[in-house]
């Protein structure tokens, strides 16, 4: 096995687990391709088995060579995929994301879409951060803000934007209160990408251990549904229940 296989084991097996349950399609897939809705349905029925998981990728493969263009939310499903799979062909699985990644070296947004949704722990709050950048059409200091925020900033506006609808300045509600002006300060262009991008921001705090982090993240989620900032796009109550087809 390759050192990129290795890798790729570790790191999709510590993205949240796949769990079979009733299938309902989701809200996030609404108005996207046929086949990726197909491919998040047969993940619903994953069996658990070597044959299963070669049709998995047969499936990815054959969505990829489609022609379709990629969306984040296809990215998700395909990230889900390899990770059911991974275990019962690594290879392939390695060959697929090597494949993945040539295809978009030449679009950093895309390519950090990808790498949002397939990396764990501090590469995947990284290259989440540089997504949401893209997708916002945010200069390279909201990166750099968002990386190294702090409750002592010297942006006046922000702490009291922090304190006036949070109740307290803190590095958890400056997080909060900074990504809250950055997302409600114009309409958005792409809605349902940055909701799901929030959901890769959280998932990349629990990883590295910042449970706060993930509460505010969490929290801001359904503050920005409840003021239509971006849609609803998951069926249950948790903000990840589209992770388990």
């Known amino acids: 096995m390759s050192a990129v296989s290795g890798y790729l084991i570790a790191t999709l097996l510590n993205l949240t687990s796949v769990t079979p349950v009733a299938y309902q ?19 619903s029925q994953f069996s658990g088995s070597k044959a299963a998981a070669s049709e998995l990728l047969q499936q990815v493969d054959n969505l990829l060579t489609s022609g379709v263009e990629l969306q984040l939310a296809d990215m998700v499903v395909i990230s889900l995929a390899m990770q059911s799979a991974i275990n019962y062909h690594p290879e392939q699985v390695e060959q697929l994301y090597l494949s993945i990644k040539s295809r978009y070296k030449h679009s950093r947004t895309l390519r950090n879409y990808f790498f949002s949704c397939t ?11 540089k997504a949401l950048r893209y997708s916002l059409s945010k200069p390279s200091e909201f990166e ?43 309409p958005l262009e792409y809605p349902n990408t940055v909701a799901l991008l929030l959901r890769n921001l959280a998932l990349a705090h629990n990883q590295i251990g910042s449970k706060h982090i993930e509460r505010r993240l969490i929290v801001l989620i359904r503050e920005l549904e409840t003021e239509s900032v971006i849609p609803h796009l998951t069926n249950g109550p948790s903000v990840y229940s589209y992770l388990t087809p």
């Not at 609404?30 to 047969?42: C, R």
């Not at 009291?160 to 997302?183: D, H, K, M, P, T």
Request: proline share 3%.
């Open 119 to 129: 990396l764990s722990g501090r590469q995947k709050l990284r290259t989440t951060i």
């Open 25 to 43: 399609q989701p809200a996030f897939l609404h108005n996207h391709p046929s086949a990726v809705v197909s491919l998040y349905q047969k993940l």
């Open 144 to 186: 750099e803000k968002l990386s190294f925020i702090g409750h002592a900033s010297d942006d006046e506006e922000l702490m009291s934007l922090a304190n006036s609808r949070y109740g307290e300045i803190s590095y958890e509600s400056v997080y909060q209160a900074f990504l809250y002006r950055a997302l409600t300060s114009q």
